[in-house]
T-cell receptor
């Protein structure tokens, strides 16, 4: 069975600085999707970025980028020029491309942005 | 596109009562998911539908939980004989592709 692990329960970053959130996963599949979702306090979860495993190029969305290391089964999120609005819980998630379409989430990392 | 909506947003009930939650997905999305999220944890998969068919159900979902998606549109999640351990946020998400979109959730408190 697939698993997703986020080993950093909490991280802090100064405003305008860069922070990297870690995620590792375990799977025997060769093709899958990986996601980072953001859940601000008392607000709904929104997609930050997604990566397709068959694509070698790391996904980028404005200030958010990933470092996808398929062999190491690692999928970290880098947030550049951190803003106060980035403060939230961040969840890493996995979904297979075949068979089940269920998503597996990690336990999350709480990001604090310091002014 | 009005997004995924869930009702009610909050529910307080007494132990042993039944509760029902509703989710309205984004209109063209054929997949609909239910999750449970407790404080400080990630969403835990409960079940999902493709159109009106319930394709997978978590082993963690006891017989007290049932979900339906009549006509492949909105979905309901019912919890019978609620227990204090059922207190959590219940999230609904829908998708047409690999990306799912979440609703605001229903927060359940069982006294």
């Amino acid at each position: 069975a697939q698993t997703v692990t986020q080993s950093q329960p909490e991280m802090s970053v100064q405003e305008a600085e860069t922070v990297t959130l870690s995620c590792t996963y375990d799977t025997s599949e060769s093709d899958y999707y990986l996601f980072w979702y953001k859940q601000p306090p008392s607000r709904q979860m929104i997609l930050v970025i997604r990566q397709e495993a068959y694509k070698q190029q790391n996904a980028t969305e404005n200030r958010f980028s990933v470092n996808f290391q398929k062999a190491a089964k690692s999928f970290s999120l880098k947030i550049s020029d951190s803003q106060l609005g980035d403060a939230a819980m961040y969840f890493c998630a996995y979904r297979s491309t075949s068979g089940t379409y269920k998503y597996i989430f990690g336990t999350g990392t709480r990001l604090k942005v310091l002014a | 596109d009005t997004g995924v909506s869930q009702n009610p947003r909050h529910k307080i009930t007494k132990r042993g009562q039944n509760v029902t939650f509703r989710c309205d997905p984004i209109s063209e999305h054929n997949r609909l998911y239910w999750y449970r999220q407790t404080l400080g944890q990630g969403p835990e998969f409960l079940t999902y539908f493709q159109n009106e068919a319930q394709l997978e159900k978590s082993r963690l979902l006891s017989d007290r939980f049932s979900a339906e998606r009549p006509k492949g549109s909105f979905s309901t999640l019912e919890i019978q004989r609620t227990e204090q351990g059922d207190s959590a946020m219940y999230l609904c998400a829908s998708s047409a592709t690999e990306t799912q979109y979440f609703g605001p959730g229903t927060r359940l408190l069982v006294l």
